[in-house]
């Protein structure tokens, strides 16, 4: 990877894979997936720690491993090597820490996650020593402003779609500018990178990055989406009760449960074809750049 510095495998030490999100990129399908298969993969030497584990403790993934400012290299070792309970393996799950995700203020948006790197970077340098990866999920920008639309209702946010994203133009959105400045992070063996819209076919590639083929292969699944977005009319039926009842947080929670996304109600879908268009094309040359990066590897379905 290109770095500020260089990194070598150490051999003996423990394999880390550091998930970092983002979100909306199936990130919490990805965490309840490992958590329902704890015991399997404490079984095959892989411990996993996420969310389950961590906001329990009202602590920050940083927090728990016990770095502060300053911390000297490799600090959090002990700690990783408590939560690995014996694993060889440890897969870290968290994708707060990248930072905030885009609330509806547009300057969040250029760069996305812009305090990501700072964050990301201090717990590699406490966890050096380890042979670590860290992997990344990114998405369509129209569709990733879309979700985080539906995810700011659920959080009683009521007001309109063209209100929530300002100017932003989703072909301006960047991912790659993320990505390089997540690859010049000293410590990190690689940057493992896929597409939110491969995740189905890509499950198996992405799980046996950390994970014998065998247990893979076992792992028991669950169902559905984590996050079932809103559907159009689920949209429109939220903010016409928050006319009247603005300060209820449940209106689109109620909305959501009466009106599925399904055919009878399509998922709420606002932006018009020419600006999909435009946002996938340059979607598609963004990760082509971000995948020429050094020490980034994009994953893709098999042939």
Known sequence: MRQRGSS?????????????????????HFQKLLDRNAERLAAASVRYVGPSTIRPTGLSLRQILGLETGSRPGAALPVLEDLAQGARTVILSEENL???????????????????????ERIVRGLSGCNLRLMLSVREPSSYLVSAYSQAMLRARYGRFVDFVGGAQPE????????????????????ILWRYEEYGALLPQILGEAIPEGVVAALDHPEGLAHQGLSRTAVAVTQAWAEDEPKDKGLAKRAREAFPVSKAHPGFDPWP???????????????????????VRLLQPYA
């Open 98 to 120: 990248l930072g905030p995700m885009f609330q509806g203020d547009t300057a969040q948006l250029f760069p996305l996650y812009p305090k990501a790197d700072l964050r990301v």
């Open 8 to 28: 070598e495998i150490v051999p003996d030490s423990l394999n880390v894979f550091l998930h970092i999100g983002a979100h909306k990129t199936a990130t919490t």
């Open 172 to 191: 301006q959105i960047q991912w790659s500018n993320l990505v390089r400045r997540l690859s010049l992070i000293k410590g990190a063996q690689e940057l």
């Open 273 to 295: 074809d020419t600006i999909k268009e435009a946002s996938r094309a340059a979607y598609e040359a963004d990760i082509a750049t971000a995948a020429a990066l050094p020490g």
